[in-house]
Nanobody
Framework: QVQLVESGGGLVQAGGSLTLSCAAS????????MGWYRQAPGKQRELVAN???????NYADSVKGRFTISRDNAKRTVYLQMNSLKPEDTAVYYCNAGYNVGPTYWGQGTQVTVSS
């Protein structure tokens, strides 16, 4: 069973920064992709950013230029550096890991609240 443990959420003022971490129980490179999703109240869960096993990254248009996804294979950890945060970034952020064909795993979620 794969475990994903998120940390780093919290309350921040608009324009501030936060870094989310996701520690995996398997090596990060063993997954085809790892990423971050978010879900705001009353909205569907959406992709924020992901990083594939080869290192390529993908971002939602709404966070391009502000968020950066990275990984540390030695620490089995994926990070999401979030800068210039906006109130509309407020959501529960979930770590995700999976395979092109196969199971997908989710963390428990971490709350990010951006005050105006």
């Amino acid at each position: 069973q794969v475990q994903l443990v998120e940390s780093g959420g919290g309350l921040v003022q608009a324009g501030g920064s936060l870094t989310l971490s996701c520690a995996a129980s398997r090596p990060t490179f063993s997954f085809d992709a790892m990423g971050w999703y978010r879900q705001a109240p009353g909205k569907q869960r959406e992709l924020v950013a992901n990083i594939r096993s080869g290192g390529s990254t993908n971002y939602a248009d709404s966070v391009k230029g502000r968020f950066t996804i990275s990984r540390d294979n030695a620490k089995r950890t994926v990070y999401l550096q979030m800068n210039s945060l906006k109130p509309e970034d407020t959501a529960v952020y979930y770590c995700n890991a999976g395979y092109n064909v196969g199971p997908t795993y989710w963390g428990q979620g971490t709350q990010v609240t951006v005050s105006s």
